[in-house]
């Protein structure tokens, strides 16, 4: 029931992120909400696209639900609600893979946090907003998996969610994968500096970091 809150939440905050609709339906064991029949379109054709998919959830899905639980294996409870939480995500093959690959992309990051002794908890919820994860230097990360196009037009959404987390007082990390197709590039990360910090965001180019898959 908390999950549910914690989605409807985010819901309202941006109702434009399907995104947030995603983690909802989830949550309520798939029953979509009314109102919303372009997801539930988006739902129907992305189980069809699943079969060949790579990067992260590819990656991601090749693992199971019993050996994901095994890698995380005596972490607390900030940390394994949120990775079962992720772990449903990315095995419903009900939710497009395009929305599924950031969820995947967190997974794996966290799993690397994990091991090296540097994750606090996954898919917290701080101050009335879920976080994708935090570290014991109480950092918040924000992993994304999109292509550099999709970045470019999507800044003001992603200032727009960093300066959330910016409210909180605590430190930012942006983790920007990149994609097989339109890379996010080093060249372009100096832009997206600049165009995150006119936007009002408290960020220095030592906090976007671009990660390779493991």
Same mark, same amino acid.
Do not use: C, H
């Given at each position: 029931?908390?999950?549910? !809150? ?24 798939? @029953?979509? !909400?009314?109102?919303?029949?372009? #997801?539930?379109?988006? %739902? ?14 590819? !990656? ?11 890698? #995380?294996?005596?972490?607390? $409870? =900030? ?11 990315? *095995?419903?093959?009900? @939710? $497009?893979?395009? #929305? ?5 992309? =967190? ?6 946090? #994990? ?36 970045? %470019?037009?999507? @800044?003001?959404?992603?200032?727009? *969610? ?23 590039? %080093? =060249?372009? @990360?100096?832009? !997206? ?13 030592? *906090? ?7």
């Amino acid at each position: 029931m908390a999950n549910i !809150l914690w989605d409807l939440q985010g819901v309202w905050r941006d109702p434009g992120n399907r995104w947030n609709w995603a983690a909802l339906v989830v949550d309520v064991g798939t @029953i979509l !909400l009314p109102g919303v029949p372009a #997801f539930a379109g988006a %739902v129907q054709k992305g189980g069809k696209a699943l079969r060949q998919v790579g990067g992260p959830l590819g !990656l991601a899905r090749s693992i199971t639900r019993k050996e994901w639980e095994r890698r #995380f294996a005596g972490a607390g $409870p =900030e940390i394994l609600e949120g990775v079962r939480r992720l772990i449903e995500l990315v *095995q419903n093959e009900g @939710i $497009p893979a395009a #929305f599924r690959q950031g969820w995947a992309a =967190e997974l794996l990051r966290a799993e690397e946090y #994990f091991k090296a002794g540097k994750l606090q908890a996954v898919e917290a919820v701080v101050e009335g907003g879920r976080v994708d994860l935090i570290l014991v230097t109480n950092e918040i990360v924000e992993v994304k998996y999109w292509t550099q196009s999709y970045t %470019v037009k999507n @800044i003001g959404k992603l200032a727009r *969610q960093l300066k959330q987390y910016q409210a909180t007082g605590r430190p930012i990390l942006l983790e920007l994968f990149r994609t097989k197709t339109d890379p996010i590039t %080093v =060249e372009y @990360i100096e832009k !997206l500096v600049k165009a995150l910090q006119a936007a009002g965001v408290q960020i220095t180019r030592e *906090q976007i970091r671009l990660v390779e898959l493991p």
